[in-house]
């Protein structure tokens, strides 16, 4: 608590404070995502191969990935090492921020909030991988078998990158809901009772979102929705054992 007599430069001092932690946390994460994508650049092109294998296994004989415009033969493959590297550092950026925001939080939060923050990274790298090695063959598959006879598939490497980053992103942010069901729970915003009874508005703004967040072709959408909808029963077991956990911990101090 400040007192009256304190100068304004005085209840300025913590917020300048807090601005240059801010700016520094700032800079060690960009930094850190900067560092990633230097060692990693030498390697694009085997990055972009990589990424393109579930299409790539799956051309017709004869057929490749192209270059469509001049300069996305550097530009597709720099603007995947990027995100790599990105991705790469989410952790470290994420532990930048926890040690910001971690002084203002009470000791009960702190406990909830590191597993929480854990779980959200790890739940973002699964999505990125099922959508790799369980989506993309599938959807890929369905796409160059369903083309007409005389069409030949020659996919635009540039093409080809924004539509699977829209992939990796959609079922990465998929995969938190067990997070955010938990989140709701946990806060008190909603109930367990409550968030069963809307199962069926629940599965349709699943298959809504995996329409809005992928192609528009059905498989790809069913891909995303019905995941979405068995995290979100993940979410809700995860709720209960917290309100069981709650109420046995209510029950031992009552009785103590």
């Known amino acids: 608590m400040s007192n009256p007599g304190d100068s304004p430069e005085q209840h300025q001092a913590?917020?300048?404070?807090?601005?240059?932690e801010l700016r520094s946390r700032l800079l060690r994460a960009v930094v850190a995502v900067l560092v990633i994508f230097l060692g990693l650049y030498?390697?694009?092109n085997d990055i972009y191969l990589f990424v393109a294998q579930p299409l790539m296994a799956l051309l017709p004989e004869g057929s490749q990935m192209i270059a469509t415009e001049v300069a996305?033969?550097?530009?597709?493959?720099?603007?995947?090492?990027?995100?790599?590297?990105?991705?790469?550092?989410?952790p470290y950026v994420l532990h930048q921020a926890w040690a910001f925001v971690a002084?203002?939080?009470y000791d009960n939060e702190k406990a909830l909030a590191l597993p929480i923050l854990a779980s959200s990274v790890l739940l973002f790298y699964g999505g990125a991988a099922f959508a790799y090695y369980a989506v993309f063959p599938l959807l890929f598959?369905?796409?160059?078998?369903?083309?007409p006879e005389n069409v030949t598939v020659m996919t635009d490497i540039n093409a080809y990158l924004n539509f699977v980053l829209k992939l990796f992103f959609a079922f990465g942010v998929a995969f938190e809901i067990p997070i955010a069901t938990f989140l709701l729970i946990a806060s008190g915003a909603t109930t367990v009772e409550s968030l069963s009874k809307k199962r069926p508005y629940i599965i349709l703004g699943c298959f809504v979102v995996g329409m809005l967040l992928t192609p528009p072709d059905v498989i790809s959408q069913s891909l995303l929705a019905i995941p979405m909808y068995l995290l979100y029963e993940i979410g809700l077991l995860f709720g209960r054992l917290a309100r069981r956990k709650k109420q046995?911990?209510?029950a031992e101090e009552e009785d103590a």
């Open 14 to 20: 913590p917020l300048i404070e807090h601005l240059i």
């Open 42 to 44: 030498a390697f694009a």
């Open 72 to 90: 996305s033969p550097f530009l597709a493959p720099f603007k995947l090492t990027l995100v790599t590297a990105v991705f790469i550092a989410v």
């Open 103 to 105: 002084p203002g939080l």
């Open 141 to 147: 598959e369905f796409f160059t078998q369903t083309g």
């Open 248 to 250: 046995q911990r209510e």
